[in-house]
């Protein structure tokens, strides 16, 4: 069951590392596989656990655990009799425990998206520009210019990727004063939505 109740953390997590993090610590608890784990989950629990959360017809979602595994037995064929308890023990959690935290995360993620296009990925480059001392001016001969670079200035090229769009993606650039600007605004605004989280108390129905 472990498997099952790890549904809802895997798909709280943000990151790679978060999510790397938290399967070795489930694949180590449980000594089982990668590919293992991956099979239960994926081409099991999820279809099982997102049918009883209402993605699917209302019917499924009101299906009775046991009513699913007699069918899996007697009609389909696809479990034998001797393994019918503990599907119904695994689809009754999956039923009752995660699909109502399912549920519950999937409204949440949907009110923190609202209508606008949300932010989905962030990749950057970095180079040196060069700053030219000389510069051709027009009415100049080419074959007598001779460039002089004085310096060079790091600058980064930034695309902050949308789920959705015009546009999907926005380019920016910035020298290293308007990365440390944006940095301090974003710790700032996070400062904000931190605070508002621990002011407003809101008792959520039993």
Do not use: C
Request: charged share 25%; no cysteine; net charge negative.
């Amino acid at each position: 069951m472990s498997l099952a109740k790890g549904i809802p953390v895997v798909n709280e997590i943000k990151n790679t590392k978060q999510l790397e993090d938290f399967v070795h610590k489930q694949l180590e608890e449980l000594n089982v596989s990668r590919v293992q784990a991956g099979h239960a989950v994926d081409h099991l629990m999820l279809p099982v656990v997102h049918g009883f959360a209402g993605r699917r017809s209302e019917q499924e979602r009101q299906d009775i655990p046991s009513v699913v595994v007699t069918d899996l037995v007697a009609e389909l064929k696809l479990l034998s009799p001797e393994n019918s308890k503990k599907f119904e023990r695994l689809f009754t959690v999956l039923k009752e425990e995660i699909a109502p935290v399912l549920e519950r995360q999937e409204r949440a993620k949907a009110a923190a998206i609202g209508v606008l296009p949300s932010f989905k990925g962030y990749g950057a480059t970095v180079e040196l520009r060069a700053v030219l001392n000389s510069k051709f001016h027009f009415g100049d001969i080419a074959d007598e210019y001779e460039p002089e670079i004085g310096n060079v200035v790091p600058v980064a090229s930034v695309v902050l990727r949308m789920t959705g769009g015009p546009p999907e993606r926005f380019f920016f650039q910035a020298d290293e004063d308007d990365l440390l600007t944006l940095i301090e605004s974003l710790k700032a605004t996070l400062k904000d939505m931190q605070k508002l989280a621990r002011q407003v108390a809101f008792a959520a129905p039993k």
